[in-house]
């Protein structure tokens, strides 16, 4: 298996702009996380899904951050309209049932100017 | 919203044995202790993780306390590439995970 598969490895942009990053799950694992990890708060937990269903978005900063999972090998992270402070690398990560091992891709790195 | 404390630092000597502390006082009775490590620039990577007996695989062993309240990851023979931050994690009934700071292992030659 490939991994969890994330696009694109880098994203530079410009503040006011909308943002999609993508995820890949591992092929049969049923639960898919999105992380952001910075400097100043490390790695931080966004939203998870569980079979395609969000299930906690707390971690979610604000109304310009969202995700879906639209079906079992698929989901994105949307910042519209993105904002410098909005810089970090995204993670993606899927495990294949509850409390059980997560699997990170190699992440987004992603530059609002 | 961390559960564990870690050592934000530590040395160890190429070929010997690591040692990684960390306390989870608070760890409920059905959580499980989860231990990652992330080497500069990629996605962290699972290590080992156990509820209640110690548990050994080909890449480390974890060492959990009777009372669950602490647990030291070892790295039998640590090298170069072992240098990374490892993460111990408490993990709730739907894997929500909470990475705190974790500690820096620098492995020297």
């Known amino acids: 298996d490939a991994g969890v598969i994330q696009s694109p490895r880098h994203e530079v942009t410009e503040m006011g702009q909308e943002v999609t990053l993508r995820c890949k799950p591992i092929s049969g694992h049923n639960s898919l996380f999105w992380y952001r990890q910075t400097m100043m708060r490390g790695l931080e937990l966004l939203i998870y899904?569980?079979?395609?269903?969000?299930?906690?978005d707390s971690g979610m900063p604000e109304d310009r951050f969202s995700a879906k999972m639209p079906n079992a090998s698929f989901s994105t992270l949307k910042i519209q309209p993105s904002e410098p402070r909005d810089s970090a690398v995204y993670f993606c990560a899927s495990s294949p049932a509850n409390r059980d091992i997560q699997y990170f891709g190699a992440g987004t790195r992603l530059s609002v100017l | 919203d961390a559960k564990t404390t870690q050592p934000p630092s530590m040395d160890c000597a190429e070929g010997r044995a690591a040692n990684l502390p960390c306390n989870h006082s608070t760890i409920s009775g059905n959580e499980y202790v989860y231990w990652y490590r992330q080497i500069h620039s990629q996605g962290p990577q699972y290590i080992i993780h156990g509820l209640k007996n110690n548990e050994t695989n080909e890449m480390a062993s974890l060492i959990i306390t009777e009372d669950r309240k602490s647990s030291t990851l070892i790295l039998p023979h640590a090298t170069l590439r072992d240098t990374a931050v490892y993460y111990c994690?408490?993990?709730?009934?739907?894997?929500?995970?909470?990475f705190g700071s974790g500690t820096k292992l620098n492995v020297k030659p």
């Open positions: 994690i408490v993990g709730d009934n739907f894997n929500k995970f909470y």
């Open positions: 899904f569980n079979n395609n269903v969000p299930i906690d």
